[in-house]
C-alpha cells in the first residue's frame, strides 16, 4: 500500500492528507496507473502534489521509498521462469497440483512465451528509459528523420525513477533564496484599499435604495473608488558586513520599487544601527532625522528594517544626538530602534543571515525589538503576514526554528 | 472499475507528455478541477481546448481579470437595467429572471451535455478568488438568490484552471485540484511541437533554430527567457521571410521575437559583443 509513501512525503513537509490518500485509493481503483510503478508516478504526483515548490520533495520521497522495488520485479520474474523450468522437468506424478493447473490452463510453451515476453517488454522499457536521458545531449540533425511511430515510442516517456533521480524540480522549492519575482509576488499581499477621492463609481446598492425611497423614480448615486492605503517604510543596513547581501537586498529594494499596489513607499539607510537620523542616499547622503521621520510617517505606516543585526555589541549602546552625532548625554542606538518600534503598529526585521546563526548577542537583542524573519521567500510570506495581521502586538515575533 | 471515460492522450494539434496525460486522466476520472501551472507560453490555455477538442465537447472560457469576482463566473443580477425598464421601458420588470446574466461558470452548469471550462489565469484576481469557488466546484450546484432558484450541473463541467503563480492560491483550493505543473519541453518534444506547427520547415534550419533558442535559453542574465510559444512565432517569421541559415551572433534576424524586454535585448548584444559565449 501507499500509506507509508504518504507518511514519508509528510516527513519531507508535503502537506498531504485522508483527502489525498482516498484521492489517489480512487485513481488506483480506476487503473489510471496501468500498474506500472511509472504510472503511478505520473499519477500519485498529480495528486498528491499541490505547488511546484514540492516536486522536489516528492521526487526524493519516491526515490526513497520505492528504490529496490524495481529490482524485487525482476527478481520474481526470474523465480517464476525456474519455477516453470522445474515443473516441466518433472514427471506428471510428481508435480504439484498448482504446477499442473498452471500448466494445463496455458499449457508449458504459452505460458514460457508469455513470460519472456514480458520480460522483454520490461527489458525494453529500461532501455528507453536509458535513451530518454542519455541522448539528449548529443543528438544530431539525423533523429529527425525517424518514422513517427518510433519517435513516440522511445522519446517523451522517461522511467519514473529517472525522472525522480534526475530532480528536475530543484530549482522550485521555496526554502531557497529568492528572486524579484517571488519577492514581488510575497510583497502583493500587504496591499489593502479604501474608499477615496472623486466620486466617481456607481454605487448600486445605494442607488437602487434612493431609487426605492423616491418612489421609483431614478436617482443615482456614486461614490469614490478603491486605491490602495499601505504606506511602507523601507530602512536598509547597508555596507561593512552587509556587503555580501547587497545582491539579495537590492532585488528586494527593486521588488518593492516596481510593486504599483503601494500607496506611498519611502526607503532609507542606516549603518548597523540607526543613531539618531536615517539616510535618503545609499552613500549615506540627505539626512533625515528620526523625528522627521517619525514626523512625515503616521504609525500606520508598516516598518520594514533589512539588515543582519550583526555589529559590535557596543554599537548598539552608543549614544548619540538627534543629528547623529556622539554626545555623552545623548540616546543608546538600541532606545533609537526601540522608539521606532513603538511608534509603528507594525513592523518587521528581515535578516539574510540565515536563522541557525541568530544566536549572535546583537541579533538576539535587535530580535527582541522588532519580530524578525529570515530573508527568503518563506520568511518574506511570513513577515508580510504578520505585518498585515489585524491588532496591535509588538516585541518578540514567531519563534523560527533553528 | 475500468475505463468508463475516453482517456485523453493529447491530439494531433497539441502534444502531451505522460505525466500530463496521467493528470488530465486524473480530473477526469476523480471529476475534479486541474489545475496547470508553468512558464508562460507552454500552452496551458491551449490544453484545455485539447481536452474540449479530443473530448468533441464544447470549451467555455472564463477569462480572470484583477477585477473579477467569483460572483461574475455565476450569474449578474442586472439592477440597472431593471431599474432602467422600470422607469422608461417596456416588458415585465416583475419577472426577475429576465434581468439574471448568467456568466460562464453558470453557463456550464446549465448546459445540458458535459463541457470543458477553462478558467484562465486564476492568480489575477484577487487572494480570495479561489475560496469564494470552493463550494461551486465542489458541489456542482449554485443558488440564485433573486429568484431562490438552484443552478445545478446536469452534467459535471471539467474545469481546468490555469495559473501563472502571480499569487500563491489558497491551501483548501489546492486540495480540491489534480495539479500538474508543465514543464519547460526538452529538445525532443520541442522538435515534434515544431514540427506540428510548421510542418514544411526546412529541417536544417529547424536544427539551427533549436541550437540558437536553447543557447538563448541558457543565457543566465535574462529576465524573461523565450518559451515555446516565441519558438513557434519566430519560426513563422524566419519561414517567411525565407532566411536560410542561421547561428546565434549579434546579427540574429528578428531576435525582438524572442527577446521581449528591452533589458533583455541589451543583454544580449552586450555578452555576444563582448566574444563571450554564453554561459552553457
Redesign the interface.
Known sequence: MFVGFLYELRRRKV?V?A??AV?LA??L?????DSSL??FY??A???L????AH?DAFDQAFLAHFKGVQDQGDALLEELLDWLEEAEAKDVGERSPEEEAALLALGPEALRELFTARMQQQERRRQQQDNGTGE?AQ?G?G???RPEGA?RAD???RGAMKTADAR??RG?RDDRVLDTRSLA?AL??LRAFQREGAFDE?D?EG??DA?ARNA???EVILRPPRKPSTRVLLLMDVGGSMTPHAHLVNRLFSAARKATHFRELRTHYFHNCVYGRVYRTEGFGEPVTVQELLADCGPHWKLVLVGDALMAPYELMLRSGAHGRYTPDGVEGIVWMMQLAQHFERSAWLNPEPPASWWSPTIRTLRSVFPMFPLTVEGL?EAVGHLTRGGVRKGKGPTVSR | MTDRFRRFTGTDRYLTSPALQAAVNCALALERPLLVKGEPGTGKTLLAEAIAGALGTKLLTWNVKSTTRAQDGLYVYDTVQRLYDSRFGDGDVRDIRRYIRFGPLGEAFRSPERVVLLIDEVDKADLEFPNDLLHELDRMRFRILETDEEVQAQARPVVVVTSNNEKELPDAFLRRCVFHFIDFPDRELMQRIVRVHHPKLDEALAQQALDVFYQLRDMTRLRKRPSTSELVDWLAVLKSAGVQDLKLDETLPFVGALLKREQDLLVFHESLAAGRRPRA
Open positions: 502537506p492528507g483527502q489525498e484521492a480512487r485513481a481503483e480506476a487503473g489510471l496507473h511509472d504510472g505520473e499519477v504526483r498529480a495528486l502534489v499541490h505547488n511546484e516536486l539528449e543528438e540533425p533523429r529527425g528523420t519517435e522519446g517523451g516517456r528536475l524540480y522550485y509576488v502583493r499581499k456607481l448600486l442607488t437602487i431609487t421609483g423614480e431614478l510570506g
